[in-house]
């Protein structure tokens, strides 16, 4: 018969070999800049992948479902028809989204499944 010392090393050995199954079977994708992410779309191109960028001032279309992202010197279409949308979408905000690139008419488009908004700076200026 095992000891109660040996059984609580066994089921700490076994939650242990658990844990790190996961992590190594699901690992986390790494966030991406627009331009990683256009320097080599077709690598990307059907991909589940996550991006961090800034919502273009002005590009929010809630007709359509779309705006536009962009990093330093690149930006990609956001299309969020069937995203879960954090509060906050809004312009000049930093979003985090995770989705497929896809090429849609021969322009690269972020199909988005989450999107997940920074909250607003209290530094911010406000408008009077």
Same mark, same amino acid.
């Given at each position: 018969?095992?000891?109660?010392?040996? /059984?609580?090393?066994? #089921? $700490?050995?076994? =939650?242990? =070999?658990? =844990?790190?199954?996961?992590?190594?079977?699901?690992?986390?994708?790494?966030? /991406?800049?627009?331009?990683?992410?256009?320097?080599?779309?077709?690598?990307?191109?059907?991909? &589940? #992948? +996550?991006?961090?960028?800034?919502?273009?001032?002005?590009?929010?279309?809630?007709?359509?479902?779309? %705006?536009?992202?962009?990093?330093?010197?690149?930006?990609?279409?956001?299309? %969020?028809?069937?995203? +879960?949308?954090?509060?906050?979408?809004?312009?000049?905000?930093?979003?985090?989204?995770?989705?497929? =690139? #896809? &090429?849609?008419? $021969?322009?690269?488009? %972020?199909? +988005?499944?989450? #999107? &997940?908004?920074?909250?607003?700076?209290?530094?911010?200026?406000? +408008?009077?």
């Amino acid at each position: 018969m095992l000891t109660h010392r040996t /059984r609580l090393l066994l #089921i $700490g050995a076994v =939650l242990t =070999l658990a =844990l790190a199954a996961t992590l190594l079977i699901q690992t986390p994708e790494a966030t /991406r800049t627009i331009e990683e992410v256009l320097n080599d779309p077709n690598s990307l191109e059907g991909r &589940k #992948i +996550a991006i961090r960028g800034e919502v273009l001032d002005g590009s929010i279309d809630n007709s359509t479902n779309s %705006f536009v992202i962009h990093g330093e010197t690149m930006s990609l279409d956001v299309d %969020f028809s069937k995203a +879960a949308v954090s509060n906050g979408l809004d312009d000049n905000r930093t979003v985090y989204a995770e989705g497929t =690139l #896809i &090429k849609k008419d $021969g322009v690269w488009v %972020f199909e +988005a499944e989450i #999107i &997940k908004t920074s909250c607003p700076s209290k530094y911010e200026e406000q +408008a009077e």
